[in-house]
């Protein structure tokens, strides 16, 4: 179990929309293959940090900078991804179209900003900032105003995730004197403490059923990637190799995770596993460092999407 293969905001529909709906799902369908297997990723490939995507079959470069870009994360609906960059001099949250184009800066501030993850409704995207003395959680519009802070404590509170309701938000912490998994409302009020363990615990991720959250933890000796349920009950560990195994990311359907793995040459590989740690096989060669997977959302059933997803699409396969 757990061992690595070779490198190789819902719209309501009428009645009478359904037909409609189930001829665009097959069309769409078609044209992906797959939508699931759509992952955003930060590599060094190309010499640099640059935000890739891989497809299923291949990868195509997103960015094209010479500063770092990092931290990928897609919108609801597909559209845009946000990231942080070093492009301006420092780490800033930025936004762009999937096609790389349109890009805009929504963070400005001389203090490091990271970490960006949209919120599921698509309203609101978490970033973690150092601006106060110490990296806090905070909230922020799609279109970077209304900034709030959500966490105040003295240490460092780090990698939000949204639950898939958009109601809490997971994070970590080292608040109690090592690095745990907290939760806490979307305001940030109510913080609870879901793991309780003196190693390393970090980068949580909730299940899109909302039923449990990956994390990944060196309370075995290195990174290994583990579920518990959302009360932090339950702990289950699914990967189990001699090497580092961290940043796990649930796809759409809840069916594979995606996550790095340290290959044998000592740098970060992307990979992928079935929910129950079986089944794995990397995606990205051991040439470079790929970090930091982020899956491509599931299609909103819209028919005003359909236009959107197709336009989305050619882009994307134009960037070989």
């Given at each position: 179990r757990g061992r690595i293969s070779s490198v190789t905001g819902m719209t309501s529909i009428s009645p009478?929309?359904?037909?409609?709906?189930?001829v665009f799902l097959l069309f769409l369908s078609a044209m992906l293959g797959n939508a699931g297997d759509l992952v955003?990723?930060?590599t060094d490939i190309d010499g640099n940090w640059e935000l890739y995507v891989w497809d299923g079959q291949s990868t195509r470069n997103l960015t094209q900078h010479p500063a770092s870009?990092?931290?990928?994360s897609w919108s609801p609906d597909g559209s845009r991804i946000a990231f942080f960059s070093k492009r301006d001099g420092n780490d800033e949250i930025y936004v762009m179209d999937?096609?790389?184009?349109?890009?805009?800066?929504?963070?400005y501030h001389e203090a490091v900003d990271k970490a960006p993850k949209w919120s599921p409704d698509g309203k609101w995207i978490l970033f973690t900032s150092d601006r106060d003395g110490n990296f806090e959680v905070y909230r922020m519009r799609a279109d970077g105003s209304a900034k709030t802070r959500l966490t105040h404590d003295s240490a460092d509170?780090?990698?939000?995730s949204w639950s898939p309701d958009g109601r809490f938000i997971v994070f970590t912490s080292k608040r109690h004197g090592n690095y745990d998994i907290y939760s806490m409302?979307?305001?940030?009020?109510?913080?609870?403490?879901?793991?309780?363990?003196?190693?390393?615990?970090?980068?949580?991720?909730?299940?899109?059923?909302?039923?449990?959250?990956?994390?990944?933890s060196m309370r075995d000796g290195d990174f290994e990637i583990y579920r518990m349920d959302t009360d932090g009950g339950n702990v289950v560990r699914l990967t189990e190799n001699e090497v580092d195994d961290a940043f796990p990311r649930w796809s759409p359907d809840g069916s594979r995770i995606a996550y790095q793995w340290e290959s044998p040459r000592g740098n970060w590989v992307l990979c992928l596993m079935s929910q129950d740690g079986t089944e794995s096989r990397c995606i990205t060669p051991d040439v470079a460092w790929s970090t930091e997977p982020s899956w491509f959302p599931l299609p909103t059933v819209a028919v005003s999407m359909q236009s959107q997803w197709a336009t989305t699409w050619g882009i994307m396969r134009q960037r070989r």
């Open positions: 009478n929309m359904l037909s409609t709906i189930s955003a990723y930060a870009d990092f931290y990928p999937v096609s790389g184009e349109h890009l805009k800066r929504l963070t509170d780090l990698v939000p409302h979307r305001d940030g009020s109510v913080v609870t403490q879901l793991t309780q363990h003196p190693s390393f615990d970090s980068y949580p991720d909730w299940s899109p059923d909302g039923r449990h959250i990956l994390f990944a």
